[in-house]
């Protein structure tokens, strides 16, 4: 079964892309609804609180906000919050994958390139649309100011960095034409599986 790392910068509409391929029934792991439901887990959530000397809310959950407000500031901090989260996401895509039948599976994540992980994957998928786009994109989404999402971008690659490293690249600004975009890979990575 071949492997397809799907990413991009916050804001490129990497999820948008990889529904997208969910259309054309292909199973689609996307890790960070995975580390949400991690760091929802009561064990997790006490393990974060303590590091980060933060308070759990009344459900015993991390209120994600304040914890946002330290690791996109600090990269030591973000470092030790994926180094909790990361190994369990990684346990629990080994589980899920080792349960699909397809000729090809998608793994969506921010920072594939950044954590060196490319080469787990057979190729690699950038999602790219302008800065502009990206930016306004998560202010309307999460609501933030244009400076909270450019303190978010600094903590990934930039996108030039990226572009050299992937193995396809879908633009994703008109949703018609990414779209189209998706089909035509769709019809490659078939392929390529039945080789």
């Known amino acids: 079964m071949i492997k397809i790392g799907l990413t991009g ?35 997790v959530a006490t393990e974060v609180a303590q590091t980060f000397d933060l308070n759990l809310t009344s459900e015993g959950l991390i209120h994600k906000p304040d914890l946002a407000s330290i690791v996109f500031k600090d990269a030591q901090a973000l470092q030790t919050l994926n180094s909790i989260i990361h190994p369990k996401v990684h346990q629990s895509f080994k589980n899920w994958l080792s349960k699909q039948n397809s000729p090809y599976i998608i793994y969506e994540a921010a920072i594939i390139f950044e954590k060196k992980r490319a080469s787990d994957f057979d190729y690699t998928v950038l999602v790219t649309a302008p800065e502009e786009v990206r930016i306004n994109r998560v202010m309307q989404r999460d609501n ?48 390529f599986s039945y080789k």
């Open 144 to 191: 933030v100011s244009y400076k909270d999402v450019k303190s978010r971008m600094k903590a990934q690659w930039p996108e030039s960095k990226k572009v050299k490293l992937a193995d396809f690249i879908i633009e994703n600004i008109n949703l018609k034409e990414t779209q189209q975009q998706v089909k035509e890979l769709h019809k490659i990575f078939s392929n």
């Open 9 to 43: 910068g916050i804001g490129s509409g990497k999820t948008t892309v990889a529904n997208m391929f969910r259309e054309q029934h292909v199973p689609v792991f996307i890790a960070d609804i995975e580390a949400k439901k991690i760091l929802d887990n009561s064990k």
